[in-house]
């Protein structure tokens, strides 16, 4: 995964503060974090210190890995900035080309995407494989992935994570979309190899989903 922020120095220990991997997290991030954002698995290691958001006295954030999490003093609500999508606002033609199947594939490099769907709880199974000379992939290289609505272009899933004991190389993952509306909707999974500075293979596969 691409961590959203990146990390700075390390600070001393405070008190009142929990210390984690090197920066203090005040104690109602810690606690909201652990029950309920699934831990620090999802909000990855804390990345800088508690501050106002750009002079906000109203609102205090602080990022982690993968989010930033914010709390609003006037209305008492923890909120996350919207990382993921500012990113791929900003590098959607470098990281997401919208490719057909045809692209050409550099020598050695190998990719292959798998996508289902179970109707009854409007869930996708994504499944994408990469190989290297029949190897795993060099470590500068870069999976990235993206599920897209074919009407609106709106990217539903631009990370899938693994699930269950695969092998090298594989990822699976059970992709929920119960926020979709009743109808048909169209979904294409695409999934590219970056390495070298250069998109190096593409392969895509799609589905219908029919939710009633």
Request: charged share 15%; proline share 9%; with cysteine.
């Given at each position: ?57 109203n609102v205090a954030c602080q990022a982690f890995a993968n989010l930033t999490l914010c709390y609003n003093y006037t209305t ?44 009854s709880d409007a869930t996708l199974h994504a499944i994408v494989g990469t190989t290297f000379n029949n190897g795993p992939l ?16 709106h990217p539903y899933y631009t990370t899938i994570k693994s699930s269950g004991e695969l092998p090298d190389g594989v990822l ?41």
């Amino acid at each position: 995964p691409m961590a959203l922020n990146t990390p700075t120095p390390p600070e001393a220990p405070l008190n009142d503060n929990f210390y984690y991997h090197g920066h203090n997290v005040p104690r109602p991030f810690q606690k909201y974090i652990v029950n309920r954002l699934g831990g620090w698995t999802c909000a990855g290691d804390p990345t800088g210190t508690f501050s106002y958001d750009n002079g906000n006295t109203n609102v205090a954030c602080q990022a982690f890995a993968n989010l930033t999490l914010c709390y609003n003093y006037t209305t008492g609500a923890f909120f996350l900035k919207p990382l993921g999508e500012n990113f791929l606002n900003q590098h959607r033609d470098e990281l997401f080309p919208f490719l057909p199947t045809s692209h050409p594939k550099a020598p050695g490099f190998m990719v292959y995407t798998s996508l289902s769907v179970t109707p009854s709880d409007a869930t996708l199974h994504a499944i994408v494989g990469t190989t290297f000379n029949n190897g795993p992939l060099p470590l500068d290289a870069k999976l990235v992935t993206q599920i897209i609505d074919t009407t609106t272009r709106h990217p539903y899933y631009t990370t899938i994570k693994s699930s269950g004991e695969l092998p090298d190389g594989v990822l699976k993952s059970d992709l929920s979309l119960e926020a979709l509306a009743p109808g048909a909707h169209n979904f294409i999974f695409q999934a590219c190899i970056f390495a070298d500075g250069q998109l190096q293979a593409c392969a895509e596969e799609r589905v219908q989903l029919i939710r009633h």
